[in-house]
């Protein structure tokens, strides 16, 4: 007893512990993809070129205003930044690097920027090829850079077997660790058989799938309410979770985690604490309408904690510390919990904005698992 | 309370999906005809104590090898007419999450008469 406890108090020091940064993005331009299509997908890289405004013309992604007025951070395809180390741009990896260090972060798990708004692409060729672009882009500029660089590997979700392709192109790189599907304006839900090729190759190749959330493509999944938002803080604010519950809803009781139960989804930025609360209103409404979903064979919750993470940032700012411990114990600790930063955006969350509230109220291994060693074993690391 | 208790005469629940609702020193407890075996359920729903038993009964929908929606249409499962949760009246275990049963009593047949055993 006397050394368990000694064991688990001997890390509950941050500079003890391994820490992964599971969603630290990356800024990619069209500029930057450009040269990769027109080797890749040469057929549609008119579409690129000629884009007045990526975010209308290839993209269907708007904001309600603009994001973070505030602050002087970039945000994803916007050329302008800031000098600033937290804020700024990251298209070659010296920042990212730099950042790493004066921040202590063992792993970044790299994410994508512009083209977390790759289901908007309303032209599924050019999506694919976005997706091939951005995928050789990473690998070429970034994942040799660093021996802490790891990454994901996105799939363009409009050509299901095209991305199953490309899966199985990005597996053979080591630091590919993930599959990145974008929540954001992802159309059907994700627990819809459209997905099983991308899911079955993710499966085979021991990649868990990875989905951001994200606002810009809200304005198509979430028109009314969305559109409604007269501010972004209000747009923010409102779609980054529920868009991710409605993934994470359609994904347990569509009966996911039954038919490919090796496979495990990581869910970015789109909050915590709401987390607990769905699993007890889903069980609920299993218990009361499971011939609705006969395909389950365990409560909605125990798929959740077998099968899903989620990741930390950004944190809701609580009155007390021991209130988010809480929280983070009920929606399962280390099994579900990963931390994650989200540079350069202007919400970032520094390792001791988790580190010191969990300290209210998890022990030192609960705590180790949650700002790294779990993320190590699912990204195998 | 221990002993036998006589609940019915078996002719009145002779045939498969005919039940009885009783009550022994206060416990009220059904006793199901299903299939042609005969199997007592408290009346008592752990989810908000509703009348379990005076649900109807009903298969389940299942799910074959491919994931397709089947039926399986023995009719061993009472549906709490509370709020929809499901029993095996065979086992007394809700027949999604296990941790949640109902007690299930012994049954002796003699005579033609239909008796529970506490």
């Given amino acids: 007893m006397a050394q368990s406890q000694r064991s688990s108090d001997s890390i509950r020091s941050l500079a003890d512990m391994t820490i992964v940064d599971t969603d630290s993005h990356v800024t990619e331009t069209l500029e930057d993809l450009i040269p990769y299509v027109e080797r890749q997908n040469p057929g549609v890289v008119r579409f690129l070129k000629n884009a007045a405004d990526a975010r209308r013309d290839v993209y269907s992604a708007t904001r309600a205003t603009a994001a973070f007025s505030q602050t002087p951070g970039p945000l994803d395809g916007q050329e302008s930044g800031s000098d600033d180390l937290v804020h700024s741009q990251v298209r070659e990896p010296s920042v990212k690097i730099e950042l790493m260090e004066q921040f202590d972060i063992d792993y970044s798990i790299l994410s994508p920027g512009l083209n977390l708004n790759l289901a908007t692409v309303n032209h599924d060729s050019t999506a694919v090829a976005i997706a091939q672009a ?3 882009w990473l690998t070429d500029t970034f994942l040799d850079a660093h021996d802490g660089f790891r990454a994901t590997a996105i799939v363009a ?18 630091d590919i660790v993930g599959v990145q599907l974008p929540g954001s304006g992802l159309v059907p839900p994700a627990g819809h058989t459209w997905y099983d090729p991308i899911y079955e190759a993710a499966e085979d190749h021991g990649l868990p799938i990875v989905m951001h959330s994200g606002n810009n493509g809200a304005s198509a999944v979430f028109p009314i309410q969305r559109q409604w938002a007269e501010t972004f803080l209000e747009d923010h604010a409102f779609t980054f979770p529920v868009e991710s519950m409605w993934h994470l809803i359609s ?6 985690p039954e038919r490919f139960p090796d496979l495990e989804f990581v869910l970015q930025e789109c909050g915590i604490e709401w987390l607990p609360w769905l699993m007890w209103r889903l069980d609920d409404h299993y218990l009361q309408n499971s011939q609705d979903v006969p395909m389950l064979r365990r409560m909605p919750s125990e798929y959740i904690k077998e099968q899903f993470y989620i990741t930390s940032q950004p944190l809701g700012h609580t009155e007390r510390n021991d209130h988010l411990a809480s929280i983070v114990e009920m929606a399962g600790g280390a099994e579900t919990l990963l931390f994650a930063m989200d540079h350069p955006h202007p919400d970032f969350d520094t390792p001791e904005e988790l580190y010191n509230p969990l300290c209210a109220g998890l022990d030192g291994d609960s705590i180790g698992g949650i700002m790294g060693e779990t993320a190590l074993e699912l990204f195998d690391i | 309370m221990c002993g036998r208790h006589k609940v019915t005469d078996e002719a009145a629940i002779a045939d498969p999906g005919e039940r009885v609702l009783t009550e022994v020193k206060g416990v009220e407890i059904a006793v199901f005809n299903v299939d042609g075996d005969y199997h007592a359920l408290a009346n008592f729903c752990p989810h908000q104590s509703g009348p379990l038993c005076e649900g109807p009964t009903q298969g389940r929908v299942t799910v074959d090898d491919d994931l397709e929606w089947a039926y399986d249409d023995e009719e061993r499962n009472v549906v709490c007419p509370w709020h929809g949760w499901i029993f095996d009246v065979t086992t007394g275990t809700n027949i999604d999450a296990e941790q949640y049963t109902v007690p299930t009593y012994d049954i002796e047949v003699e005579d033609g008469e239909v008796f529970i055993v506490i």
């Fill in chain 1, 251 to 256: 994904l347990v009781c569509q009966g996911v």
């Fill in chain 1, 134 to 136: 951005y995928n050789s």
């Fill in chain 1, 157 to 174: 979700h409009q050509k299901p077997a095209k991305a199953a392709e490309e899966i199985d192109r990005m597996a053979s790189e080591d």
